[in-house]
């Protein structure tokens, strides 16, 4: 059983940082492709940045510049530095994993974040 424990969330003011953490355990880590959602309320959830298992990455556009996803396969962790945060970034952020070998996905169980002055 796969599982994904995010931490790191918080409230921070508007220009300012935080870093997120996901740990998984339960499987082989380098095989999972790792990403990295949030929900804000009222809205559907989405995709804010995703790296692969060679790490090859992508983000959304109102992200770029701003954040930025790692992962440490030696600890099994991914991390999402968020700097020059905005209001419009609060919302829920899950850590998101797909096994590459058989399209399995996995989620955690969402860190709040609030950016807010």
């Known amino acids: 059983q796969v599982q994904l424990v995010e931490s790191g969330g918080g409230l921070v003011q508007p220009g300012g940082s935080l870093t997120l953490s996901c740990a998984a355990s339960?499987?082989?880590?380098?095989?999972?492709?790792m990403g990295w959602y949030r929900q804000a309320p009222g809205n559907q959830r989405e995709l804010v940045a995703r790296i692969s298992t060679d790490g090859y990455t992508s983000y959304k556009d109102s992200v770029k510049g701003r954040f930025t996803i790692s992962r440490d396969n030696a600890k099994n962790t991914v991390f999402l530095e968020m700097n020059s945060l905005k209001p419009e970034d609060t919302a829920v952020y899950y850590c998101?994993?797909?096994?590459?070998?058989?399209?399995?996905?996995?989620w955690g169980q969402g860190t709040q974040v609030t950016v807010s002055s």
């Open positions: 998101h994993g797909e096994d590459r070998m058989d399209s399995e996905e996995y």
């Open positions: 339960g499987s082989i880590f380098i095989v999972f492709h």
